[in-house]
């Protein structure tokens, strides 16, 4: 690695807000087969997830998945200091394509981490990763989340979804960091909507 590419690894450890970067490729995935978006819609809790720098120390988070104008519209909500945020995302996905929503870069994610839904049940859990590639820097970033219906998963269906997320190469279980849905934590006082701004081709 030569010193330019060092200075810019160490500038997006210090930005990143903990998020999960290594070197190399991202891996290849075997996502959900015969994927069902309609029965997939919905709210899901957030029960474990690695870093991200876009939901940092946010407590009682649950993402909603909405078809919206030929688009999935992805609501990520959190509280954090008395606040529920609720960031609004669309990503693109074709009915009969794999398991992946595409994800366009934008103020909230400027890399445009896709994601895979790499299993569910459709009523209980659901397991999502997301990995992308920089060339220029050759590192991977790497987001993950177990999802529930509800606000816990029973403690077997919750470890058979670590091991199912901890084989896929490169997503250690060992990231994944509980989220906090205690009633004190969810608490808040006023709701702050974010509009995601997506770059255009000349800003890329």
Known sequence: M???????????????????LQFGQCPEVETMEYFDLVRFLGRWFEIERFPAWFEDKGHCAYKRFQYCNRKVEIEQVFIRDGIRFIIHRNSSYNPGDEAIFDIQPSNIDPVGIPLSVISTDYNNYAILFGCKFNVQMDMKYILAWILSREQSLPPEVLNETRRKLNSIPFANAAYLMPVNHTEY?????WTAHIQSVYKTVDEN
């Open 185 to 189: 934590n969810c608490n808040y006082h």
């Open 2 to 20: 030569n010193v330019v590419n060092l200075f810019l690894v160490v500038v997006l450890v210090n930005t990143s807000g903990g998020q999960v």
